[in-house]
C-alpha cells in the first residue's frame, strides 16, 4: 500500500525529490564516503516519504537536509570508532574530470581544499559544506543542524578562519620544501 496520497506525492516529487543531489554530497561530507552516504540518503529519503504527509513547511530542501543530516549523525553514532579510524581516500573524494588537462591543472589544488576540508571538526564541516557548497542561507543551516543562528555564523566564521589558516600553512610550507 502506497504511503503517500497521489495528490501528496506529486508534492514530494516537487519539493523534496529536486534536492537529492544537495543531500548526497551532505552526507558524503559528514560520513566521508560515498557508499556509505548513498546507503544513509537513501535511507532518509525513505523517511522523508514516509513522513511527509506531516509535513507543513515550504521549504523542502531544509526539511531533507536536517532528515539526513541527523541519518548521519545516527549512522556515526553506530560506527564511532570505525569513522575515526578511516583514512581520507583521494581517488574516492575526487570528482573526474572529463577534460584531463584540466584535471591536472586543477587536481593539487582541488587535494589541498579537500584535504583542508577533511581536517575540519565535523560541525565546522557540515556548516561550511550547507553554506558554500550547497548555498543555504544562514536560517536554512539553522534549521537543518538544529542550531542557532548566531552559532551558525561564529562556526561558520571560525569554520573559514581555520580552512584559511590550513591552507595557507599548506602553501608556506610547499614553498619552503617542507612538505
Known sequence: ???LQPQERIRFEQQVLPHLNAAVN?????????ADAEDVV???MLRAY???GNFRGTDGR???????RNSCYTWLAKRVPREMVTEFDEEVHQQPSPNPETLAAQS????????ALESLPIRSREVLVLRELEGCSYKEISEVTGIPLGTVMSTLSRARERLQRTLGVRAAKEVTGDL
Open 1 to 3: 500500500m502506497d504511503v
Open 26 to 34: 551532505l552526507a558524503r561530507w559528514l560520513l566521508r564516503n560515498p
Open 42 to 44: 537513501q535511507e532518509a
Open 50 to 52: 514516509r513522513f511527509f
Open 62 to 68: 531544509a526539511w531533507l537536509l536536517q532528515i539526513v
Open 108 to 115: 593539487d589544488e582541488r587535494q589541498r581544499l579537500m584535504n
